[in-house]
């Protein structure tokens, strides 16, 4: 006999498997028809409803929650996207809360979701502090961090790996003839985005003996148009002789592209540029932007699946490095 | 003596707003030393716990609940922004459910916000069928709608003038000399974003005595970049003599300006074009987008204030209409 699941016994009476959760943890949201249709269901097949109630003890609201501090980006949006996906096909609902750019609602969230007694917490792209870490661990939910920086290095994290990521960018530039690259970044101080895109590209160059100079790295407040158009500005004028751009993010790199224009610079004929990210915003420049890809949606549905993962020990939950990737367009010419 | 309120008391406290209404509802999530801060600032403030609670009779959870298709793309972002800001300036909590592309996850959404006793719903974006209002009605917690199109017009709506907004945009185009002009539509039989921005068209073409012509309306599945390309590809085969186009949102608009890169036409010297939505893609095209802001921001605000406000009767809740504005930017000239 089939392991009774809520699952199955959701297919098999046609509704939703938050439905069956609901009628047996005495919920609202439903008919008296549909929860006689349920427990006749659960009845047929030959179960008891509290054998399938018994597979929910640890699972009695059905409910990620999504901590991050910008709904807004395009980055967010495949990040979710990924977790959304995961999290329905195994019945699971998903609730988002924005923390502010700072992550400054943080704190206020983490107690909102265990009022709310979410299942799990994914935590993403932000800075986690002990603070945060420490309530986490008092909840006891398991918890997972994307694409985000924590000093507690047992909260286990899905992302990629920035400083080989990075290196592989300009990698990719310097195997097509360019030695003299600049980069547009995140601020040095943000251990997150910042730093180990540096390290990656600063690495790069000393792996291929091209000189460094902390000089050819830009960078303003973020990861936005503004930033990167007044970066490249900053970094065209007093570097004119550079003949490629790594930035950091491609909407950094959009406003790269915006620069460029306003310098009646052509690209790739005049400056050769990759982003990072792949979010869609890298198909839709002008040119079309040759782009490190995150693979953010993949992001996403990992983290779910090792959140929702049924393990012994919450101390062994693990992380996951996603591999990135090179999306070649038309935004890099090769020199000789 | 002032009226003994939450926020008063937060304040004086030095603790958020949300602490007090936990400390008070018996919740979770705050230190016994809080608790007995927050206790004593009500009495020293010469008021009653039972006092500031009963003002909280209504406003159990101090949560907000959003519903959207699509937490991705940029309109949502704006729309979200707006709502976080007069949410938080309120002491209030905002929990995000994505209903996914056709809003099939919006009952199930629906019935776990009920769970999680929101205090208000917006809903945006998408549109509200019978079994939804039926179903929020039966709630009892006061509901708005944003930039979403109901068929219960019993339940407030904050949104544009869709038709008239696109109407302008249209006479911007013939006020500069244009009188061969297309558009990028969404689907004629979208009701929400679709049709109105289509009759807005025909409108102001009909009062300035030039011909309709339906092959000058061009659409493809959705409003985004990918749809915007090849509608505008379609239009220009069609219709070579075309001397501008608007576009129903900057995405679709975006679109357009890698269609007319492929055709070799210039944006504006070959072909005007004019966007939709004021989203901050709009400045990072190349070049800039002229387009008709629907100041997302602002909606998201007001909604949550009108959601907010006190009132006698909610069968008297107010919505409200945001008022568009053209923002003049690169990508139209003036022809004679």
């Known amino acids: 006999m089939q392991k009774p699941t809520i699952k199955y016994v959701a297919k098999e009476a046609n509704v939703s498997i938050a439905t069956v959760s609901r009628i047996l943890n005495n919920g609202v949201g439903y008919s008296e028809k549909t929860k006689k249709l349920v427990l006749e269901t659960i009845q047929q097949m030959g179960y008891s409803p509290n054998a399938i109630a018994r597979g929910l003890i640890n699972k009695q609201s059905n409910t990620i929650g999504v901590l991050m501090p910008e709904i807004s980006g395009l980055v967010s949006a495949d990040i979710l996207q990924g977790i959304e996906k995961a999290a329905h096909s195994q019945g699971q609902s998903v609730i988002v809360c924005n923390t502010a750019p700072f992550g400054n609602q943080t704190m206020d969230y983490l107690k ?64 097509r003839g360019h030695r003299h690259i600049g980069m547009i970044s995140g601020s040095p101080d943000d251990p997150l985005a910042g730093s180990p895109r540096i390290n990656g590209y600063k690495k790069a160059l000393y792996d291929h003996h091209i000189e460094y100079d902390d000089s050819k790295i830009a960078w303003r407040y973020g990861f936005y148009f503004e930033d990167g158009r007044e970066a490249c500005s900053t970094l065209l004028q007093k570097h004119p002789n550079l003949t490629a751009i790594f930035a950091a993010s491609d909407e950094l790199a959009s406003g790269a592209i915006a620069a460029c224009y306003e310098s ?42 090792l959140l929702l993962k049924p393990i012994q020990d919450t101390k062994y939950r693990s992380g996951a490095i996603i591999q990135h990737q090179i999306i070649e367009r038309a935004s890099v010419r090769t020199i000789n």
């Open 112 to 175: 909102l979701l265990q009022e709310k007694q979410v299942d799990g917490l994914l935590f993403t792209s932000q800075f986690l502090t002990t603070e945060h870490s420490t309530y986490i661990k008092q909840m006891d939910v398991p918890a997972i961090t994307i694409s985000a920086y924590s000093n507690d290095k047992t909260i286990p994290a899905v992302r990629v790996d920035d400083e080989q990521a990075a290196y592989d960018a300009v990698q990719y530039l310097i195997k």
């Open 264 to 305: 009646g610079l052509s690209i790739p004929k005049d400056l050769s540029l990759v982003g990072y990210d792949g979010t869609k915003l890298s198909k839709m420049t002008h040119p079309a932007l040759t782009t490190v890809s995150q693979h953010f949606v993949e992001m996403g549905e990992t983290a779910v699946n």
